[in-house]
């Protein structure tokens, strides 16, 4: 919990940061009221960065945090993205679909600010942007960089799921922040050297994806892992780290949580949370700690090196 600055920025965080996708009805199913209460105990508990994007619910993320922020704006670094348009037809159907040029940015953007009732935001990530590099960096970037000149936003960002993207992006772009979900957990450290490249830069790293979609939070048959079902293999590996936590009597979701906090230069940890008492659940286990033992004996046994790189947010 304690706070850090994020990377060359002059923004300030604990880190523990609120992801707001579980806020959501779409998805998971989850009620307004509960959604608000989660992110207003994540203030309540000391939290200071809060990740949100259009994407999430199609809009009901934005608009729960907004509620939960109302009137406690003061000292929270808020973060959204822009990448995907969300069109209301007459009926009221809401479909997001991928637009990375300059104008869409700004609509995109503008959109985000009226859901979220600030009148600005921190951060702001390019979501995705995978299967259009191009039109991101010639696009989305290059607008982010000229409302972070103007002063409308304080960094700007990249969201990704993918390690490639990620180096791709701090090679040709200038950023502030890299958010990568699911790259450095128990499962896959394949972003270390994104992480390294982002230290020696001055960029913060932002981890999200902790449990990589579930498979390390309850390895058991069904389990899905990086936004698809788990593969036997995937599934063995869990299970074969939850035993050597087990031996050091450890939950397993415990571990996963507080592992990527080891690392230095991982400036925030996102973390989705859906109901207020994970939020204090997720504070206890990072104030309890992990024998430094358990990761001795997971390394030990080659099960902290993998380079896997699934899956698509």
């Known amino acids: 919990m304690e706070e850090v600055v994020l990377g060359r920025t002059a923004l300030r965080a604990r880190r523990l940061g609120l992801g707001t996708a579980p806020l959501a009805s779409v998805y998971w199913e989850n009620v307004e009221a509960t959604a608000v209460s989660t992110a207003r105990r994540a203030l309540d508990a000391g939290l200071t960065f809060f990740d949100t994007a259009p994407f999430y619910g199609l809009g009901e993320s934005e608009s729960r945090l907004g509620a939960a922020l109302a009137g406690r704006r003061d000292g929270v670094v808020l973060a959204t993205k822009v990448g995907r348009l969300l069109d209301v037809s007459a009926d009221g159907h809401v479909e997001a679909r991928f637009d ?10 503008e959109s985000s600010l009226s859901r979220l009732g600030v009148d600005r935001v921190d951060i702001v990530h390019i979501h995705d942007p995978e299967d259009h590099i191009d039109e991101a960096i010639d696009g989305a970037h290059r607008a982010l960089i000229d409302l972070r000149a ?3 936003i304080g960094a700007v960002s990249l969201g990704t799921n993918f390690v490639q993207t990620a180096e791709t992006f701090l090679d040709r772009g200038d950023l502030d922040c890299v958010l990568v979900a699911g790259r450095y957990t128990l499962l896959d450290q394949s972003a270390a050297p994104v992480i390294r490249q982002c230290a020696t830069r001055g960029v913060a790293y932002l981890a999200a994806g902790v449990f990589n979609s579930g498979v390390l939070a309850r390895p058991a048959e069904g389990a899905w892992y990086d936004y698809a079902p788990a593969s036997a293999s995937v599934l063995d590996r869990a299970r074969r780290i939850e035993q050597v936590c087990q031996s050091h009597g450890v939950a397993l979701r415990a571990a996963a949580l507080s592992f990527p906090f080891m690392h230095p230069d991982v ?7 859906a109901r207020p008492p994970e939020v204090d659940e997720n504070i206890e286990v990072l104030r309890a700690g992990i024998p430094d033992d358990l990761w001795s004996e997971l390394a030990g046994q080659g099960l902290l090196a993998t380079t896997t790189e699934e899956g698509s947010e």
Do not use: N
């Open 100 to 109: 990375f040029s300059a104008d869409a940015v700004r609509r995109s953007l």
């Open 150 to 152: 103007q002063g409308v």
């Open 267 to 273: 400036s925030v940890v996102i973390v989705g949370m």
